[in-house]
């Protein structure tokens, strides 16, 4: 990739920090300034991510987390909650789906967990300076953007008339909506998270001690105990059916973060990891084995050629996600053969010039397909405002979703994580705490057929997939981006396009990488209320050019123009083992995401 970029590509020696906001990017390096590694870097930023994108996620959402500590293994950190033990299918009765807002779909949250494990095994500082800048941006205030305040203003009436508690945090006084030019503070959470600091520092000696403490505030303390008391009589959902929470003190108590391997497999000399099934990870790495099937990496990544092959293999893949991915320690997953170079043959076989407009999901080792009731009307909508996750209009603008970070240091300490749920509209606020519990259970299913089907203490079938990359056993590039179900779609081009577009792979320019007209499908099945797919629908960034877009609906997709910047929020930080030089580089879409380093 050439020619004009937004941004110039950061190279350094020290240390890169890549996310969807400036002022996390920012916090991250102080963090590296000071002495601090990558992954006390990633959480000081995960933390701050919470507070400055508060529509994005939050401290009762959860968050995967991959890396690889310089001379050791890669690794998944499963940030992800279960569902409560009382999750059984039964307790929607009546309702077809899982309600997308509200407390009825609240898993365990799992993001204080996960960033508190992460620092206290492999950071080196204490959780008091990791945690102070989110306190004092909360206490203090800071920048609103018209992203959050438009979500603010979409949700003010279900504010309004049945969630007091958000009223308070995010309206104005009379209820107006914030200034989205002015600074926004959260006192209710600073405190919160002070608090939690003071108690686990009273109780426990040295660095990690403190950690421990700190997790047990969380799970069994006075957080639980807020939590518990708000969920002690029904709460109103979004369209103000009140509803009596599944989450309980055991829920609570019973659920720690856990350190698990990836899921990998060979591309181009580099090995490539995701998370396991219960994410849609693994729908990244079969979508490179058919690249590899069908030749993609030939094809120019600005050509209708690698449009059309590009967006071919994401059906065959996604109709596989639906069809056979769910929690392994629940659901029989078939990894080995839907991985495996023989049935991506078999797949990219079915390929040909013209775009499907079919689901066709695969049977990987003769298994027999999932194929689950999906509504196939392109404009259904839930009549629940604050349903769902606020992800991406069908024209690709932004309504605003998840996040994502990357950092690597110097020694070779490399993360990626994409932290989501707990977002300001889909919830409301617990009193005292200042942030919502998470809605990540909508993603079951209610079919006991399906492999991702509700049942107790299960995580769901996520949307959340960081990557990294490595070579020769070494971290080489970490990526990803919010996004629902598009995040495996934009990761992918954005890998594709690093590896087979430069002299050699991850050497061309990342921010040329990042900058290029992007594209998606929305012809696979969504995994947020009301499920919907749109058979053939491709949207692309109009940057595209008029001859390859009228090429694509030559081909029979039906192409949806959208505008020059909107697809995708991408971030990547890569590492030269030989040389120590690093890069970084960030989404400009948005005017939001920012890299920093030297």
């Known amino acids: 990739m050439s020619g004009f970029t937004t941004r110039p590509e950061l190279r350094g020696s020290f240390g890169m920090v890549a996310s969807t906001h400036w002022i996390a990017s920012a916090v991250g390096m102080s963090v590296l300034e000071r002495g601090g590694n990558a992954f006390d870097a990633a959480v000081a930023a995960g933390f701050t991510l919470q507070v400055v994108e508060p529509h994005l996620n939050g401290p009762g959402g959860e968050v995967p987390i991959i890396f690889q500590a310089a001379g050791e293994r890669p690794a998944v950190l499963c940030g992800q909650g279960p569902s409560p033990a009382a999750a059984v299918p039964e307790a929607f009765d009546g309702m077809g789906r899982i309600p997308g807002s509200g407390v009825l779909p609240a898993c365990v949250p799992g993001a204080f967990d996960a960033w508190a494990l992460l620092a206290r095994d492999h950071g080196t500082l204490p959780l008091r300076d990791l945690l102070s800048p989110a306190i004092g941006y909360a206490r203090s205030g800071f920048p609103l953007m018209p992203q959050i ?17 958000s009223a308070e945090v995010w309206l104005d006084r009379g209820g107006a909506v914030p200034d989205p030019r002015g600074f926004h503070r959260n006192p209710a959470l600073a405190d919160a998270y002070e608090r939690l600091l003071r108690e686990a520092e009273a109780s426990a000696r040295g660095r990690e001690g403190v950690y421990d403490a700190a997790r047990r505030v969380w799970r069994e303390g006075f957080v639980a105990e807020a939590i518990l008391d708000f969920l002690a009589d029904p709460v109103p959902s979004g369209t103000g059916e009140p509803h009596r929470a599944l989450l309980t003190g055991d829920d609570l108590a019973c659920w720690s973060a856990t350190y698990e391997e990836t899921c990998s497999i060979d591309h181009a000399g580099l090995t490539v990891h995701k998370t396991g099934p219960w994410g ?119 309504r605003g979703d998840t996040c994502h970070l990357d950092v690597v240091d110097a020694e070779g300490n490399m993360v990626a994580a994409t932290p989501s749920g707990g977002w300001l509209a889909s919830s409301p606020v617990i009193p005292g705490l200042g942030f919502p519990l998470g809605t990540r259970g909508q993603m079951f299913w209610l079919d006991p057929r399906s492999p991702s089907a509700l049942a107790p203490r299960k995580r769901p079938r996520t949307t959340l997939s960081p990557t990294l990359v490595t070579r020769g056993g070494e971290p080489v590039a970490a990526l990803g981006t919010p996004g629902g179900d598009q995040q495996d779609q934009w990761s992918l081009t954005l890998f594709l396009r690093l590896v087979h577009g430069a002299a050699h792979p991850l050497e061309g320019d990342l921010q040329a990488a990042i900058d290029a007209p992007m594209f998606h499908t929305n012809s696979l099945p969504s995994s947020f209320y009301p499920r919907e797919v749109v058979p053939g629908e491709l949207v692309v960034e109009d940057r595209l050019g008029a001859e390859a877009i009228d090429e694509l609906r030559r081909r029979g997709h039906r192409v949806t123009v959208s505008g020059p910047w909107t697809l995708g929020r991408l971030s990547a930080v890569v590492r030269d083992p030989a040389s120590g030089v690093l890069r970084a580089a960030a989404n400009p879409r948005g005017a939001q995401g920012y890299a920093a380093g030297r």
Do not use: C, M
């Open 149 to 165: 305040t438009e979500k603010i203003a979409a949700v003010r009436p279900v504010f309004l008339e049945h969630w007091p508690t």
């Open 280 to 398: 849609q990870g693994p729908v990244f790495l079969q979508q490179l084995r058919l690249a590899e099937a069908l030749g993609t990496g030939d094809a120019d990544p600005l050509s209708a050629d690698f449009v059309h092959l590009v967006t071919e293999a994401a059906k065959l893949g996604f109709a596989d996600r639906e069809a056979h991915y769910g929690d392994p320690r629940f659901a029989d997953v078939p990894l080995e053969a839907l991985l495996s170079h023989a049935y991506a043959a078999d797949r990219a076989a079915l390929v040909t010039a013209q775009a499907s407009l079919e689901l066709r999901p695969g049977s990987p080792g003769g298994r027999s397909p999932y194929l689950p009731d999906l509504e196939f009307d392109a404009d259904a909508s839930a009549a629940d405002r604050a349903g769902g996750e606020p992800t991406v209009e069908r024209s690709g603008a932004q």
